[in-house]
């Protein structure tokens, strides 16, 4: 997650790690606007289907163990590639993990995009739509410009199935809060693309997600998700 200075009044988004990154800007948000003119404005920058794409430098990422190398103590687990599994341990060193009835969020090392460890996911199995993520805060302001991105991957031997309108999916959020911890609801949170089983299996693909923050932020949260309707299979990895 990175903070970026502006130069232009368009935005287009682009980072090299997992990351939050923050921006000080002039920025104009517009519902629509052609890949091609895109290209034109910002050559060589990465075209996100959002409101608004942000052009200018990013400052550095500034997410604590962005990688999941960094793991918390944990309890015994019968794998060589796990080294950390929730909700018994407490959660890695800057994240929260949330909404896991099991162990169903995991560090591993069995196919990390870079590094040792990638983290996993999957669904609850609890017989209902239910929710799992891991979340990191960090101070914000007013008219900051945040940027973050994920690599997320399933594998063929245990894939997401199907599309997001009724199958798993997973996605990433920019979220803002108040001083006292409230979330600023209406379109003041941005989301990624939806991962969801129509993508390749076996490869990280990037995603990202761009919001400006407004009046009476005081903090930006990075937050992935991995969604389960009711008992469908399959896990997604998350790394850089």
Request: glycine share 10%.
């Amino acid at each position: 997650m990175k903070k970026a200075n502006f130069t232009q009044n368009t935005l287009c988004v682009f980072s090299n790690r997992f990351h939050l990154i923050k921006s000080v800007l002039c920025v104009a948000l517009f519902a629509s606007l052609s890949f091609s003119s895109l290209n034109a404005q910002c050559p060589g920058f990465q075209f996100i289907n959002q409101p608004g794409i942000a052009c200018g430098e990013l400052g550095p990422n500034v997410l604590e163990n962005p990688g999941f190398e960094m793991t918390a103590p944990g309890f015994p687990v019968p794998s060589p590639t796990i080294t950390w599994a929730w909700p018994f341990p407490p959660s890695p060193p800057g994240w929260f993990m949330f909404g896991a009835g099991f162990q169903n969020i995991v560090i591993e090392g069995l196919n990390p995009r870079s590094g040792n460890n990638h983290l996993k996911m999957f669904g609850q199995f609890n017989g209902g739509f239910n929710v799992s993520g891991f979340v990191q805060g960090h101070p914000a302001q007013p008219g900051e410009v945040w940027v973050g991105s994920v690599y997320m991957m399933t594998e063929s031997v245990d894939p997401i199935l199907g599309t997001a309108q009724t199958d798993n999916f997973a996605e990433l959020h920019i979220e803002f809060y108040d001083n006292q911890g409230c979330f600023l609801a209406g379109e003041n949170f941005k989301t990624s693309e939806k991962f969801d089983g129509t993508y390749p299996k076996d490869e990280y693909i990037e995603f990202k997600a761009i919001a400006e923050a407004p009046a009476g932020t005081a903090e930006v949260r990075y937050v992935g998700f991995f969604f389960q309707p009711l008992w469908q299979g399959g896990a997604v990895y998350y790394d850089d």
